[in-house]
Nanobody, 116 residues
């Protein structure tokens, strides 16, 4: 069994920052790619940022220069540092982790609300 636990969401004013975390636990052999997605009301889930096992990253155009994805392999955790947040960043954020052997799992989601 594998579990993903997300934390760090909340309410923040425009221009503010948040840091999301997603920690994996359970029977884990190894981890391939890790990523963050988001889904706003009435919209499809979209990729925000991804990071490979080798540390290569990719970002949605809408968050480039504002968000940074990172991972700590020893802690089996992926992070998303979000700066200069905008109201359009409001969404439920989900981590997505591709485990060797176990397959791909989703986190439970954490709400991020950017509002004054």
């Amino acid at each position: 069994q594998v579990q993903l636990v997300e934390s760090g969401g909340g309410l923040v004013q425009p221009g503010g920052s948040l840091r999301l975390s997603c920690a994996a636990s359970g029977s884990i052999f190894s981890i391939n790619a890790m990523g963050w997605y988001r889904q706003a009301p009435g919209k499809e889930r979209e990729l925000v940022a991804g990071i490979t096992s080798g540390g290569s990253t990719n970002y949605a155009d809408s968050v480039k220069g504002r968000f940074t994805i990172s991972r700590d392999n020893a802690k089996k955790t992926v992070y998303l540092q979000m700066n200069s947040l905008k109201p359009e960043d409001t969404a439920v954020y989900y981590c997505n982790v591709d485990f060797v052997v176990a397959g791909t799992y989703w986190g439970q989601g954490t709400q991020v609300t950017v509002s004054s």
